[in-house]
């Protein structure tokens, strides 16, 4: 399998985490983003979108990380990053897309980059918009944690799931932005833990080749 990835995108690092913790071998292949790598006519082939990831597999092509990482979990089931239930699995489904389409787009570079370019807004107003949009998502799901994290030390239950897959790039964004973290300390805590575990500290943005 072969990743297309950025040391310091929240999406790719998602889909490292899931590569990482099934113990598959990858291969990453290297898109610098803020040069526009991305946009290339080699990648556009692969992914019209000209986002990052992309994941290659036996010659076909996916993008989109949380379809990714289900397809790795459908693939290599084990260990599982989905509970067993429906309802459970929809309720893991819920927080990891509380952070994956709500939070992460509204902080992603091509939005980013509108705001500081055709709407000419200052830095410090870029980077109040970014602020106020991680807190308004980590408030919301310190209280979801609270209710369904059963230690302390995972998102949902007692296992790793999909949503600690999203959990720890957010908190990456979260502190490289200034955002205040002080008021969600069950995540803070859980994202502790979480980074503590090998294949998580493995799938880091410094841990990469391509780290600047």
Not at 18 to 32: D, F, I, Q, S
Not at 82 to 108: G, M
Not at 181 to 206: H, K, N, S
Request: glycine fraction near 6%.
């Amino acid at each position: 399998m072969k990743l297309y990835t950025y040391w310091r995108s929240s999406a790719a690092y998602r889909v490292r985490i899931a590569l990482e913790w099934k113990g598959l071998a990858w291969e990453p292949v290297y898109r610098h983003l803020v040069k526009g790598e991305q946009r290339s006519a080699d990648y556009l082939a692969l992914n019209p979108q000209g986002l990052i990831p992309a994941l290659e597999d036996g010659g076909r092509v996916l993008a989109q990380s949380l379809a990714t990482i289900e397809y790795l979990d459908e693939t290599h089931p084990e260990p599982p990053l989905l509970p067993r239930t429906p309802f459970e699995r929809a309720e893991v489904r819920a927080l990891a897309q509380a952070i994956a389409c709500d939070v992460h787009p509204l902080n992603n570079l091509r939005v980013l980059k509108y705001l500081r370019g055709p709407l000419a807004q200052p830095e410090e107003q870029v980077t109040a918009w970014i602020r106020h949009w991680i807190g308004e998502g980590l408030r919301a799901l310190e209280e979801l944690a609270k209710r369904h994290s059963a230690e302390g030390r995972v998102l949902y239950g007692r296992e790793v799931t999909l949503a600690d897959v999203c959990l720890v790039p957010q908190l990456y964004n979260a502190r490289r932005f200034g955002a205040e973290l002080a008021p969600y300390p069950t995540l803070v805590a859980i994202g502790a833990a979480l980074e503590q575990l090998p294949a998580f500290a493995r799938a880091r943005p410094e841990a990469q080749a391509d780290a600047e």
